[in-house]
C-alpha cells in the first residue's frame, strides 16, 4: 500500500468533523517510538510505499498538519511568529522566514533552537529536529560571504548584522585591541544614546565593552572622548560604520569550536579554539584573546572527519597534518563545506560581488579541487598516497561500497600528472571520459539485471560485478581529476558528474550488500530498484554531458511538469482501483501486485525523468525514458485487466479506461517534450541576452551610485565581466553569419568593449572620491555610453537572441500551464459551486491540450523547419496565451470558492505564476515581430536609396543629353523637371 493509500483510508475511518478538519496539508509522521514525542521521527512522502519506510502492523504514525505557527527569535532579542511547512528542509524554512522578514542571502543563515548552540541539519525537515511545536528557533547568519552588499540602503540587513556582530564583540567572539574595543564602544553608545552629552563622565561599560577591557584604567574617560566625536551622525550610518569597522577584524565572521590539540614536544593535550571565517582558518587560545595561527581557506586542500579527531590538510603548504581533538568533525565539515557551496553558487552568479579582502578570499578557481563535495566523514583520518588504488581491495559488495566512499574523499585532492596524462588533448581526454561512461553504462545494465530479483541472486558473480563497477569508476575519478586540474573543466561541472556517479554507485553497492541479508524485505528492495534506477541514469547523464548534450533550465522543468502529470494520472488509475473490492481472494491479491506494479513502475519513470532531466535530449536518455514509460503502460494495462478478472462493473471498467486513456495522453506528451530540439546558437543567445540585460541594469546602477563607493565599484565589475561574456557570445553567433554581417556584429561588440573599459577608469577614479561631483558626472557619461553601445548591439544582433528569448519562454509558460492544470485536476468535490467546478475542469483539460500542440510547434521550429522558427513560434505563441489566460482566470474565480485552504493558495499561486510567464511569453513575442519591422523598415530604405540613385543618375544623363526622351512625348527639359521632382519626393520619403 502506498502511503497516499493510506492516508486516504485514515481519513475515510475519520469523523465528518475530523475529516473537514484534514486536508492536503496534512501527511504522515513517523515518530521515533511510541514516547518520542516528534524529536527524531520523520515525514513519508505521499508517492512511497509503506514498505519503503519499513512500516508494518502496529506501527505508531500520526496523521499530522505540516504547516504549524513558530516563534523565530532574532539576534537583537525580537520574536517573531511565522507560518512554515515543518516539512520541508531547514534551508526552505529559512528561506520562508527570511523572505518575511525582508532579508537577502537567506542561504547565509540558518536556525537554532534557542538556548542550544548547535546548528539545525540543513538537509532535514524541520519538525524531527524539534522537541515540540512550542520550541523557540533562533535565526542568526552562519556564513558571512556577500556582506559587501550591505549598506545603509539595506537598513533591515544592515541591523541584523550589526545585531550580530555586537553581540560577537562584547562577548569577546571578536579579539581587539584596546584602541579597537574603545572606537567600536563609542559606536555604540552613538548607536543605544544618540549624541554625548557634555557633562557625562562615565559609560555602562557593561553593555559596550568586552569583560577583559572593562576594568582598564581611564576606560570609560576614552570611550567618552571618542563618542564626542561622532555628534551628529545619525543611527543608522552609526551602525554602518560599526559594521565596516567589524568587517575589518581578522575574526569577523568566525565560528569557534573548542578543540584540544597535542603541545609540541610533549604528549599532554591543550585547549584551544578553532574558528572559521570566509577567508582563513585560525587556531586561537581557549580564552579567545589571542590568535596562535592562521590558514588562508585557499590553502586547504582536503578535510578529513573521524569519531573524535579532525585533520585538515593544506598540501605543500605545511609541512604536516593539522589534526585536533573534537567530538564536533561533523558540524566542522558541514560548515567548510557550506561556505565553499555557497561560494561556488555566488561565483555563477554574476550579479552577486563577493567581498574580498587582501586576495585571500576563496574563489571557485581556488577551492573548486579541494571542497565542494567533501562535506562527507571519512572513516580514516590522513591522506592517502597517490597511486594507490582503493578498488585493489574490493572483493564483495560492502567493500565495493567503502572503497567508493574513499575515493570520493580523494576526488578533489591534488594531482600529480603523469606523461601520458601530460600528453592528452582536451578533445582526448573527453572521449576517454566519453568510453569510460559507456563502460560503467553495459556494467550498470548488468547489475540492474542481477539485482531484479534478489531471491536469487547470485553472489559470487555480484562480488566479481562489484570489483568491475569500482575499478572503472576508479579510472573515470582519475581522468575527470586531470582534465580538470588541466583546466579542460573550467565550471567545475565534469567533476561534479563524477562525484554524483561516485554517490549512486556506493547507494548501490550499500543496499545490494544489505539486500543479500534480507532477500525478502519489500523496503530494502524498493530501496534498492529506486538506488540502480538512479545510478543507471545518472551513467546515461554523465555520457550525455561528455558528449555536448546540456538542456536548459525552461526545458528541465517542462520535463518534469510533464512526469508529475503523469504521476497524477497513475494515482487516478489507482483510485477507481481502489474503489473495487474483488469477493474472492486471489482476485484480490491480483489487483494488488497489478497496483503495485504500476505504482512502482509510475515512481522508476519519475525518478529517472529528474536524473535525466538534464540531458533528455540525448537519444540514449531518450530512448531510456521512452522504455521506462511503455513499462507505465504496460503495468496500467494490467491493471485493467485485473479489474475486468475481478468482475468489476461497467461504471468502474469505463472509468479505468478513461484513467488510462488520460495516463497514455501524459505519456506521450512526455515524450513530446523529450522530442524538441534547440535552437541553433541557443546557449549563446541565452548568453547574449543575459549579459545585456545585466549590463544595461548595472548602468543604471552605476548612474545612480553617487556618494555609494561600494555600488560604484560592484556596479561596474558587474558590467566589466558581463561585457566579457558578451564577447564570448557575439563571436559563437558570429559563426552563423554572412561575412558582411558578423564583422558588423563584432565591430559592435568591440565598441562595447572600449566604452566599458572607459567606464572602469572612470569609475577607479569615483570610487576613490565618491562624493566628488565632476568625477561621478564623468562616470554616468561613461555609463551611458556603455548602455547606448549595448542597445545598439542588441538592435543589430537581437533577432537572433530574441528567437531563442521566444522559444525558452515558450518553454517555462508550457511547463506553468502544465503544473497549473494538474493542480486544477485536484479540485473535484472541494468547490463550493459544482458548475465552476466542472468549467475548471474543462479549462484545464483544454489547456492541456494546447500544451500538447504548443510542445509539438516547438518540435516543428526547431528539428523540422528552423527557417520558419521565428513563424512558427510567434503563431504558436498567439494561439496559445488566449487558452492558458482562461485557464488563468477560472482557477483564480474557483480559487475564491475552494473549501481546501491548502489548494486554494496552491492554486492562485499556480494561476499568479502561470499568468506571469504567459506575460513574458507575449513580450517576447512583441520583441520579435518589433525587430522583424524594423529590419522590413531598413530593407525599404535600402530600396529607395537605390531608387534615389537611380534618379540621380537618369537626371545626369538628361543634363549630359545623353538619354532619349522622345519616346515619352516630353520635351528633354519637361523630363528633367519630372525626374528632378521624383529624386526629391523619394529624398523625402527616405
Known amino acids: 500500500m502506498s502511503v497516499y493509500e493510506a492516508i486516504k483510508v485514515i481519513h475515510e475511518k475519520l469523523d465528518p468533523s475530523q475529516q473537514a478538519a484534514t486536508g492536503k496539508d496534512h501527511g504522515i509522521y513517523k515518530p521515533f517510538s511510541e514516547n518520542s514525542g516528534i524529536n527524531g521521527g520523520r515525514w513519508v512522502k505521499q508517492e512511497k510505499s509503506l514498505e519503503f519506510y519499513d512500516l508494518r502492523a502496529n506501527d505508531t504514525i500520526e496523521l499530522r498538519k505540516k504547516h504549524e505557527v513558530v516563534k523565530v527569535k532574532l539576534v537583537d532579542g525580537t520574536i517573531k511568529t511565522c507560518l512554515v511547512d515543518t516539512s520541508c528542509n531547514i534551508d526552505e524554512v529559512v528561506s520562508i522566514i527570511a523572505s518575511k522578514l525582508g532579508l537577502k542571502n537567506s542561504e547565509e543563515f540558518s536556525l537554532q533552537l534557542d538556548g542550544k548552540d548547535d546548528w539545525l541539519k540543513k538537509d532535514e525537515a524541520l519538525l524531527p529536529q524539534m522537541?515540540?511545536?512550542?520550541?523557540?528557533?533562533?535565526?542568526?547568519?552562519?556564513?558571512?560571504?556577500?556582506?559587501?552588499?550591505?549598506?545603509r540602503e539595506d537598513p533591515v540587513a544592515l541591523h541584523f548584522v550589526y545585531a550580530q556582530s555586537r553581540d560577537d564583540v562584547i562577548s569577546g567572539r571578536h579579539p581587539t585591541s584596546l584602541s579597537e574595543a574603545v572606537q567600536l564602544a563609542a559606536l555604540l553608545c552613538q548607536?543605544?544614546?544618540?549624541?554625548?552629552?557634555?557633562?557625562?563622565?562615565?559609560?555602562?561599560?557593561?553593555?559596550?565593552?568586552?569583560?577583559?577591557?572593562?576594568?582598564?584604567?581611564?576606560?570609560?574617560?576614552?570611550v567618552i572622548a571618542e563618542w564626542k566625536k561622532l555628534v551628529g551622525m545619525s543611527e543608522l550610518n552609526s551602525k554602518f560604520r560599526f559594521v565596516q569597522f567589524c568587517r575589518s577584524l581578522k575574526t569577523y565572521g568566525i565560528s569557534l569550536f573548542t578543540v584540544k590539540e597535542k603541545k609540541k614536544g610533549s604528549k599532554k593535550l591543550e585547549e584551544k579554539l578553532l574558528g572559521f571565517t570566509r577567508n582563513s582558518i585560525l587556531v586561537m587560545s581557549a580564552d579567545c584573546t589571542t590568535v596562535d595561527k592562521t590558514y588562508p581557506l585557499t590553502h586547504l586542500r582536503r578535510w578529513a572527519a573521524s569519531g573524535e579527531t579532525f585533520t585538515l590538510d593544506f598540501g605543500s603548504h605545511e609541512e604536516d597534518y593539522v589534526t585536533v581533538i573534537t567530538q564536533e568533525g561533523e558540524a566542522i565539515s558541514a560548515l567548510i563545506a557550506g561556505y565553499i557551496d555557497i561560494l561556488l553558487r555566488k561565483q555563477k552568479d554574476p550579479t552577486i560581488p563577493i567581498e574580498q579582502e587582501d586576495g585571500q578570499m576563496a574563489t571557485v578557481t581556488d577551492v573548486g579541487r579541494v571542497v565542494g563535495v567533501t562535506?562527507?566523514?571519512?572513516?580514516?583520518?590522513?591522506?592517502?598516497?597517490?597511486?594507490?588504488?582503493?578498488?585493489?581491495?574490493?572483493?564483495?559488495?560492502?567493500?565495493?561500497?567503502?572503497?567508493?566512499?574513499?575515493?570520493?574523499?580523494?576526488?578533489?585532492?591534488?594531482?600529480?600528472?603523469?606523461?601520458?596524462?601530460?600528453?592528452?588533448?582536451?578533445?582526448?581526454?573527453?572521449?576517454?571520459?566519453?568510453?569510460?561512461?559507456?563502460?560503467?553504462?553495459?556494467?550498470a545494465k548488468t547489475l540492474s539485471a542481477m539485482l531484479a530479483d534478489p531471491n536469487t541472486l547470485d553472489r559470487t558473480a555480484l562480488n566479481t560485478l562489484s570489483?568491475?563497477?569500482?575499478?572503472?569508476?576508479?579510472?573515470?575519478?582519475?581522468?575527470?581529476?586531470?582534465?580538470?586540474?588541466?583546466?579542460?573543466?573550467?565550471?567545475?561541472?565534469?567533476?561534479?558528474?563524477?562525484?554524483?556517479?561516485?554517490?549512486?554507485?556506493?547507494?548501490?553497492?550499500?543496499?545490494?550488500?544489505?539486500?543479500?541479508?534480507?532477500?525478502?524485505?519489500?523496503?530494502?528492495?524498493?530501496?534498492?530498484?529506486?538506488?540502480?534506477?538512479?545510478?543507471?541514469?545518472?551513467?546515461?547523464?554523465?555520457?550525455?554531458?561528455?558528449?555536448?548534450?546540456?538542456?536548459?533550465?525552461?526545458?528541465?522543468?517542462?520535463?518534469?511538469?510533464?512526469?508529475?502529470?503523469?504521476?497524477?494520472?497513475?494515482?487516478?488509475?489507482?483510485?477507481?482501483?481502489?474503489?473495487?473490492?474483488?469477493?474472492?481472494?486471489?482476485?484480490?491479491?491480483?489487483?494488488?501486485?497489478?497496483?503495485?506494479?504500476?505504482?512502482?513502475?509510475?515512481?522508476?519513470l519519475a525518478t529517472l525523468a529528474s536524473v535525466l532531466a538534464p540531458a533528455a535530449q540525448d537519444p540514449e536518455c531518450r530512448a531510456s525514458l521512452d522504455a521506462s514509460g511503455k513499462s507505465v503502460a504496460s503495468a496500467a494495462g494490467s491493471v485493467v485487466d485485473a479489474l475486468r478478472t475481478a468482475g468489476a462493473g461497467p461504471r468502474e471498467q469505463e472509468a479505468a479506461l478513461e484513467a488510462v486513456r488520460k495516463l497514455s495522453q501524459a505519456l506521450a506528451s512526455l515524450v513530446g517534450v523529450t522530442e524538441i530540439g534547440e535552437m541553433v546558437n541557443g546557449a549563446a543567445c541565452q548568453d547574449f541576452n543575459a549579459a545585456t540585460a545585466l549590463i544595461v541594469e548595472q548602468c543604471n546602477a552605476a548612474v545612480a551610485s553617487f556618494g555609494k563607493p561600494d555600488l560604484i565599484k560592484s556596479s561596474c565589475a558587474n558590467i566589466n565581466l558581463a561585457s566579457n561574456q558578451l564577447v564570448v557570445a557575439c563571436k559563437s553567433l558570429g559563426g552563423e553569419l554572412d561575412e558582411s554581417s558578423r564583422v558588423r556584429l563584432l565591430d559592435y561588440c568591440s565598441n562595447v568593449a572600449q566604452c566599458v573599459r572607459d567606464l572602469v577608469l572612470a569609475a577607479q577614479s569615483s570610487g576613490d572620491s565618491p562624493s566628488n561631483e565632476q568625477l561621478h558626472e564623468a562616470l554616468r557619461q561613461a555609463a551611458q555610453q556603455v548602455q547606448g553601445s549595448t542597445e545598439a548591439l542588441i538592435a543589430d544582433a537581437g533577432s537572433m537572441a530574441a528567437l531563442s528569448a521566444l522559444y525558452s519562454t515558450a518553454k517555462s509558460t508550457a511547463a506553468c500551464c502544465t503544473g497549473l492544470a494538474m493542480s486544477c485536476q485536484v479540485v473535484k468535490g472541494k468547490l463550493a459551486d459544482p458548475a465552476a467546478e466542472e468549467a475548471l475542469l474543462v479549462q484545464a483539460a483544454q489547456a492541456s491540450a494546447a500544451v500538447e500542440v504548443l510542445v509539438a510547434q516547438m518540435k516543428e521550429a526547431t528539428v523540422y523547419q528552423p527557417d520558419k522558427a521565428d513563424e512558427l513560434l510567434i503563431a504558436a505563441a498567439e494561439r496559445f496565451a488566449p487558452l492558458a489566460y482562461k485557464l488563468v482566470?477560472?482557477?483564480?474565480?474557483?480559487?475564491?470558492?475552494?473549501?481546501?485552504?491548502?489548494?486554494?493558495?496552491?492554486?492562485?499561486?499556480?494561476?499568479?505564476?502561470?499568468?506571469?510567464?504567459?506575460?513574458?511569453?507575449?513580450?517576447?513575442?512583441?520583441?520579435?515581430?518589433?525587430?522583424?519591422?524594423?529590419?522590413?523598415?531598413?530593407?525599404?530604405?535600402?530600396?529607395?536609396?537605390?531608387?534615389?540613385?537611380?534618379?540621380?543618375?537618369?537626371?545626369?544623363?538628361?543634363?549630359?543629353?545623353?538619354?532619349?526622351?522622345?519616346?515619352?512625348?516630353?520635351?528633354?527639359?519637361?523630363?528633367?523637371r519630372a525626374v528632378n521632382g521624383s529624386i526629391k519626393a523619394v529624398a523625402t520619403a527616405t
Open 375 to 443: 562535506s562527507v566523514s571519512l572513516s580514516t583520518v590522513g591522506a592517502v598516497p597517490v597511486g594507490v588504488s582503493y578498488a585493489a581491495a574490493v572483493n564483495d559488495a560492502d567493500s565495493g561500497a567503502i572503497a567508493v566512499k574513499r575515493m570520493i574523499t580523494q576526488l578533489f585532492g591534488e594531482v600529480q600528472h603523469t606523461e601520458a596524462d601530460a600528453s592528452l588533448t582536451p578533445e582526448a581526454r573527453r572521449a576517454q571520459l566519453v568510453a569510460q561512461a559507456k563502460a560503467l553504462q553495459a556494467l
Open 191 to 222: 548607536i543605544d544614546s544618540g549624541n554625548c552629552n557634555p557633562a557625562a563622565t562615565k559609560v555602562n561599560v557593561e553593555t559596550v565593552l568586552t569583560g577583559r577591557f572593562r576594568k582598564e584604567k581611564d576606560v570609560s574617560k576614552s
Open 131 to 151: 522537541n515540540s511545536t512550542d520550541d523557540v528557533l533562533y535565526l542568526k547568519k552562519k556564513f558571512f560571504v556577500s556582506d559587501v552588499n550591505i549598506d
Open 889 to 976: 482566470a477560472s482557477t483564480k474565480a474557483a480559487a475564491v470558492k475552494c473549501t481546501d485552504a491548502s489548494l486554494k493558495k496552491e492554486l492562485a499561486y499556480n494561476a499568479d505564476t502561470t499568468a506571469n510567464a504567459i506575460q513574458k511569453l507575449l513580450l517576447s513575442r512583441k520583441a520579435i515581430k518589433l525587430l522583424a519591422g524594423q529590419a522590413e523598415i531598413q530593407a525599404a530604405v535600402e530600396q529607395l536609396s537605390a531608387a534615389e540613385a537611380e534618379l540621380e543618375a537618369l537626371s545626369l544623363g538628361l543634363q549630359q543629353n545623353m538619354v532619349c526622351v522622345e519616346a515619352a512625348s516630353l520635351t528633354r527639359d519637361e523630363a528633367l
Open 467 to 604: 570489483k568491475q563497477l569500482a575499478v572503472g569508476l576508479e579510472s573515470m575519478i582519475q581522468a575527470a581529476r586531470v582534465a580538470h586540474a588541466s583546466g579542460d573543466d573550467p565550471d567545475g561541472s565534469m567533476m561534479a558528474g563524477v562525484k554524483e556517479l561516485a554517490d549512486a554507485l556506493q547507494t548501490v553497492l550499500t543496499c545490494a550488500h544489505a539486500v543479500q541479508g534480507r532477500p525478502a524485505d519489500a523496503a530494502l528492495n524498493a530501496k534498492l530498484q529506486q538506488a540502480a534506477t538512479v545510478l543507471s541514469g545518472t551513467i546515461q547523464k554523465a555520457h550525455a554531458a561528455h558528449t555536448g548534450y546540456k538542456a536548459d533550465e525552461p526545458f528541465q522543468r517542462l520535463l518534469l511538469e510533464t512526469s508529475k502529470a503523469v504521476a497524477a494520472a497513475i494515482n487516478g488509475l489507482v483510485r477507481v482501483a481502489d474503489s473495487v473490492q474483488p469477493a474472492q481472494p486471489a482476485h484480490q491479491l491480483h489487483l494488488s501486485q497489478a497496483k503495485q506494479r504500476v505504482v512502482s513502475a509510475g515512481q522508476q
